[in-house]
């Protein structure tokens, strides 16, 4: 199978797993409460850097994943030529 089909739903999977990760450490540190966008009782300032701080993290991962299989591909297709 082609590493390259199965990149976005690697590439998802690694972000839902980031973004559980990171809500569930959040919530251990900040009483159980993870600002969403529309809860008015969570200040501007805190939903903004939790926002940023995810995004950031999740970009992050999704690079490492599309990193790391691009790597796979290239080194399956050199080993091939090599073998030819």
Do not use: C
Not at 17 to 30: D, G, P, Q, S
Not at 53 to 69: F, G, K, M, P, R
């Amino acid at each position: 199978m082609n590493p390259r089909l199965v990149m976005p739903l690697v590439s998802a999977g690694a972000a839902w797993a980031t973004r559980k990760t990171l809500n569930a450490a959040y919530a251990a540190r900040h009483d159980g409460q993870v600002p969403t966008r529309d809860d008015t009782q969570v200040p501007f300032r805190r939903v903004l850097i939790w926002t940023l701080t995810t995004a950031l993290v999740v970009a992050l991962v999704d690079v490492a994943v599309q990193q790391s299989i691009a790597r796979l591909v290239e080194n399956q297709s050199q080993s091939e030529i090599e073998s030819a």
